[in-house]
Nanobody, 116 residues
Framework: QVQLVESGGGSVQAGGSLRLSCAAS?????VGWFRQAPGKERGAVAT????????WYAASAKGRFTISRDNANNTVYLQMNSLKPEDSAMYYC????????????WGQGTQVTVSS
């Protein structure tokens, strides 16, 4: 069972930046960040998989967010710049043992609040 622990959330003004971290108990092939705002469905923000080329980004995240990973420390990051109020949500880290398909493991989430 892989454990994922997110950190780095908080409150920031519009235009600001935050970097989320996700510490994993072991390496997984695929990692991703998802978010869920109140009353909305959880959706993918950014994902990446070993051997699968460039990371994938949701349209709302392209050009502003960057996903990266430190394999030596089993940590995944989400750098978020130019934040907007609509980015406010609970952000979740997810991991999978395969390059596609279901996400096997989820973190507890970290809250991001962007004020205008």
């Amino acid at each position: 069972q892989v454990q994922l622990v997110e950190s780095g959330g908080g409150s920031v003004q519009a235009g600001g930046s935050l970097r989320l971290s996700c510490a994993a108990s072991e390496y997984t092939v695929r990692v991703g960040w998802f978010r869920q705002a109140p009353g909305k469905e959880r959706g993918a923000v950014a994902t990446m998989a070993t051997g699968s080329g460039s990371p994938w980004y949701a349209a709302s995240a392209k050009g502003r967010f960057t996903i990266s990973r430190d394999n030596a420390n089993n940590t995944v990051y989400l750098q978020m710049n130019s934040l907007k109020p609509e980015d406010s949500a609970m952000y979740y880290c997810a991991a999978g043992q395969a390059r596609s398909g279901f996400w096997d493991y989820w973190g507890q989430g970290t809250q991001v609040t962007v004020s205008s």
